[in-house]
């Protein structure tokens, strides 16, 4: 069901779907493309992977009042292929699905569930500098720090697979919301980001 959604005045919108229904009840939500679907899906065995991709499709209907065909591109960044003027980032977390959809920009976008295993890999994705900023005991801000180098990673194009190492993040503000990432040969960047009770979201 629809757990989220929100639009700016920019036209821009970001909406969340929590995925409490069944493939089957998924797939009543779509009459018009519901057997191109099951064509499409028929090579996934997962169930989770099947309720992320039709959760998506939920969001888009939602969003566009219609029910948008999303490809991908060489490099496997999504995009509206019958919706040209608008940019999309999609992301997927356990029980949830999001997406952020802009008519004029570029836009990155990360969802991530809370979990503890976010302390055994702090030292791999952070430098010492970064952890100067935050309080790495902090669970939430760790797994902010993690979703904000991914939603830059999304945005951002020709990333090296380690993109960790390309983004520094100079600023967490928990009370206003707001991160700072300054990005290797790209323009530095700044996150918003919300806290759920099950999960974070950040985004450009």
Not at 18 to 46: C, W
Not at 76 to 86: A, I, R
Not at 184 to 201: K, W
């Amino acid at each position: 069901m629809l757990y989220q959604c929100d639009r700016n005045v920019d036209g821009e919108l970001l909406s969340i779907w929590e995925m409490n229904e069944s493939v089957e009840d998924l797939f009543a939500l779509f009459p018009e493309k519901g057997g191109l679907y099951r064509d499409e899906l028929a090579h996934y065995r997962s169930s989770k992977r099947k309720q992320e991709y039709l959760s998506v499709r939920a969001l888009l209907l939602h969003a566009l009042g219609h029910e948008g065909v999303v490809s991908h591109d060489e490099k496997g960044k999504p995009y509206l292929l019958e919706e040209n003027q608008l940019h999309i980032s999609i992301s997927h977390t356990k029980g949830y699905a999001a997406i952020f959809v802009s008519p004029h920009r570029e836009v990155g976008l990360d969802v991530e569930q809370f979990s503890d295993k976010i302390f055994h890999v702090k030292d791999k994705f952070l430098s010492f500098e970064e952890k100067q900023i935050i309080d790495s005991t902090d669970r939430t801000q760790l797994l902010l720090c993690w979703s904000a180098k991914e939603a830059v990673y999304k945005l951002y194009e020709g990333l090296k697979p380690e993109y960790w190492e390309q983004i520094t993040l100079k600023k967490l503000d928990m009370d206003q919301c707001v991160m700072l990432a300054e990005v290797e040969d790209r323009p530095p960047v700044t996150l918003r980001f919300r806290v759920f009770p099950d999960f974070v979201m950040v985004h450009n």
